[in-house]
């Protein structure tokens, strides 16, 4: 069973940045490709950034392509996306997903979600 939790998100002025973590709970954490997705009010749940079992081969969307990080840490379980030069428009909900597939960069391709974090980036 996967259990996972975000923490790390606020409030943070244009230009700053903020971590986020997301644990999980299960014993399985190394088998799941892992994600960061997000959620802006009033938009489509969005794919931000991907991660493989090892943690070698990332994948970002464009929109924040040299601006944030994925990483994985399988001994601590968890996942994180560190996220610099924050813009307003990176204001959303995030949320870290686990999944099964390599490529997979849309929501239906993730099995297991977190509740998610709020991060609001004042201009």
């Known amino acids: 069973q996967v259990q996972l939790v975000e923490s790390g998100g606020g409030l943070v002025q244009a230009g700053g940045s903020l971590r986020l973590s997301c644990a999980d709970s299960?014993?399985?954490?190394?088998?799941?490709?892992m994600a960061w997705f997000r959620q802006a009010p009033g938009k489509e749940r969005e794919f931000v950034a991907r991660?493989?079992?090892?943690?070698?081969?990332?994948y970002y969307a464009d929109s924040v392509k040299g601006r944030f990080t994925i990483s994985r840490d399988n001994a601590k379980n968890a996942v994180y996306l560190q996220m610099n030069s924050l813009k307003p428009e990176d204001t959303a909900v995030y949320y870290c997903?686990?999944?099964?597939?390599?490529?997979?960069?849309?929501?239906?391709?993730?099995?297991?979600w977190g509740q998610g974090t709020q991060v609001t980036v004042s201009s």
């Open positions: 299960g014993r399985t954490f190394s088998s799941y490709i």
């Open positions: 991660i493989s079992w090892s943690g070698a081969g990332t």
């Open positions: 997903a686990a999944g099964t597939r390599p490529l997979g960069v849309g929501q239906n391709d993730y099995e297991y």
